[in-house]
């Protein structure tokens, strides 16, 4: 490792599995042989970011799986490649363990068993399958279909910092899909939609991770489950303006927000969103609209950029009303086809002075 190329993390802000740019406010993504170094896909800047590492348990066994290597490691939990300590033939899984960190408050753990528990109910062809979950000697783990592919922070980063149009309306289509199924069958909610938890398989197709931190809606009300906290859950670039309000009430317009987020990013290689720390983020939120993604993207089509522009509407009665509307929409950009959702309302992006003064934040 050539210390010339690196600095350290203290120009570098870190949330959860990811890190920002400070030079130009993309998103970064770990090397995979290198889980500390991060690499921007815009402008190659690198950077090391310390961890909260987990021992390493290569070579040892956790709740009758041997594991075999590290996948990834984040902001609150590893993940390793695995198979049967007595069935070397079946199938490789993964298996996500909690840093020891974050098992120490009881709120933690109650959202790690409520993740586990929802999330083994979902079986759908775009959803990653957890097979069991549960503790041994103090570790908390998730046993998961592992998914030979790519997620799609670090597809960005290898194809230069911008996707094709096509590849990522049905990368939409499929995940859209998934959180179609969650949200009819069981009222469930993602909440933390975002590249790195979307994953490209080596067959084509697009696998959702980590339903674990979804909302139960009830049935009678529009009231959410696990209300006590004014907190939000989700990743502060990619969250609706109702998760940074800490509203109570969402639904599936929040996720569908969250989704087009991740389209801009993808198609623009651009943060819509971006600050010097989460507060600064949320800040941005609830300043003001981001740039068109037409600024960033000179090729993308007028139907897509249209898209993405309902999907990340402020107003959630300006977006799709339904996961079965929001699949028309993308099948009509496929073929090149304007939305027929309108924004109703227009809302001027700030200048960046008045920005700055709202959110304290000083590009």
Not at 101 to 128: C, G, M, W, Y
Request: with cysteine.
């Amino acid at each position: 490792m050539n210390p010339d190329v690196l600095s350290t993390s203290d120009t570098t802000v870190s949330f959860g599995d990811s890190a920002v740019c400070t030079k130009c406010h993309c998103l970064m993504s770990p090397l995979p042989e290198e889980q500390d170094i991060y690499i921007c896909p815009q402008c190659g800047n690198r950077r090391c970011v310390e961890r909260n590492r987990l021992i390493q348990f290569k070579g040892t066994a956790l709740a009758g799986y041997q594991i075999i290597k590290l996948l990834g490691n984040g902001g609150s939990s590893c993940v390793y490649l695995c198979n049967k300590q007595d069935d070397k033939s079946a199938e490789m899984i993964a298996l996500k363990v909690l840093h020891p960190a974050t098992t120490l408050h009881d709120d933690s753990i109650k959202r790690f068993q409520k993740e586990a528990n929802l999330a083994a109910k979902l079986e759908h062809p775009n959803i990653v399958r957890i097979y069991t979950a549960g503790v041994e000697k103090d570790n908390y783990y998730i046993a998961m279909e592992y998914v030979d592919g790519i997620n799609m922070n670090d597809c960005l980063r290898l194809h230069g910092g911008m996707l094709d149009e096509q590849l990522i309306l049905e990368m939409a289509r499929q995940v859209a899909l998934a959180l179609k199924y969650g949200w009819n069958k069981y009222k469930l909610l993602h909440r933390d939609i975002k590249p790195a938890n979307i994953i490209h398989d080596k067959s084509g197709n697009f696998k959702l991770l980590d339903f674990g931190i979804s909302k139960t809606v009830l049935p009678s009300t529009n009231v959410t489950q696990l209300t006590q906290t004014n907190q939000f859950i989700g990743t502060p670039h990619f969250i609706s303006i109702e998760q940074a309000r800490g509203n109570k009430a969402i639904d599936c317009r929040a996720d569908i927000y969250s989704l087009g987020t991740t389209i801009y990013y993808l198609l623009t290689g651009k943060l819509p969103f971006y600050g010097n720390s989460p507060l600064n983020v949320l800040s941005y939120v609830l300043a003001g609209n981001p740039a068109p993604p037409e600024k960033h993207n000179r090729t993308l089509s007028p139907p897509c950029s249209h898209l993405i522009k309902v999907m990340m509407a402020k107003n959630p009665d300006e977006r799709p009303d339904s996961w079965d509307t929001l699949i028309k929409e993308i099948e009509r950009v496929q073929q090149s086809i304007m939305p027929q959702t309108s924004l109703k309302m227009k809302t001027k992006f700030p200048s960046p002075l008045r920005l700055a003064l709202k959110t304290g934040y000083w590009r």
